[in-house]
């Protein structure tokens, strides 16, 4: 049986998810020149013997160390606001899928296709093949097209629900009596593992989401078969 040890964190699968490591990436070098740049002043003042008892005022390190932080946040906020604007486009997606969440299980509609509508459940221990996941893995999976784009449409039929995916960089509340949508574009195929991550009661943490990512021809097949 695999273990989460094998799983790791998966690779981003998607651009969004791309453009948020380098986000992260970005932001992570900016965070450590800042804490260099602190941590050798505040050496060289611990170090530092020299006093000055006429100095009154300094208008020049006053302008810098108040400039500073204001020029840094531009440079944190402009790849934050254009990320967030990115997330949020939706641009005629090529198909529509429902995420509805229930205590405690996902039901699917594909609401392009006639009739297109199961349940996924976490597959109990006793039910799991050696090459898959406790915990994680469902008994229907959520087929998808990969280099295509696909609008997620989530809901709930009970308590608040979050639909997320990690790889996929998409994360959306499931509310009842509310519609949230989200989108999506897979680079290649394989599976991506998700889970709830909301707290909606006693076994929150046992309704999994598993994403299979195919090509066209392939999710063709599997429409027809169903």
């Not at 020149?33 to 009154?56: A, D, G, P, Q």
């Not at 300094?58 to 440079?75: D, H, K």
């Not at 990320?83 to 090529?94: A, F, M, Q, S, V």
């Not at 949230?180 to 599976?191: A, D, F, K, W």
């Amino acid at each position: 049986m695999a273990t989460w040890g094998n799983l790791s964190m998966q690779n981003a699968n998607s651009p969004i998810m791309e453009q948020l490591m380098f986000f992260h990436d970005h932001v992570m070098m900016i965070l450590i020149m800042i804490t260099m740049i602190v941590s050798y002043i505040m050496i060289m003042m611990m170090k530092n013997k020299m006093t000055n008892r006429y100095l009154l005022e300094g208008q020049m390190i006053e302008l810098i160390w108040t400039a500073a932080p204001a020029v840094t946040l531009v440079f944190i906020a402009l790849p934050s606001l254009r990320l967030l604007y990115l997330i949020d486009e939706i641009n005629n997606p090529i198909m529509t899928i429902k995420a509805i969440g229930h205590q405690w299980y996902w039901t699917y509609e594909y609401s392009d296709f006639n009739n297109m509508e199961f349940d996924s459940y976490m597959k109990p221990n006793n039910e799991l093949k050696s090459h898959e996941f406790r915990l994680l893995d469902v008994d229907n999976r959520t087929v998808m097209p990969i280099n295509l784009q696909v609008r997620i449409l989530v809901t709930s039929a009970d308590v608040i629900h979050s639909w997320a995916v990690p790889s996929l960089g998409i994360k959306i509340d499931a509310v009842p009596g509310r519609l949230n949508q989200g989108t999506t574009v897979m680079n290649r195929t394989g599976l991506m593992y998700g889970q709830c991550s909301e707290i909606c009661g006693a076994n929150h943490s046992f309704m999994p989401i598993v994403i299979e990512g195919t090509l066209i021809k392939n999710f063709t097949k599997w429409i027809n078969s169903m």
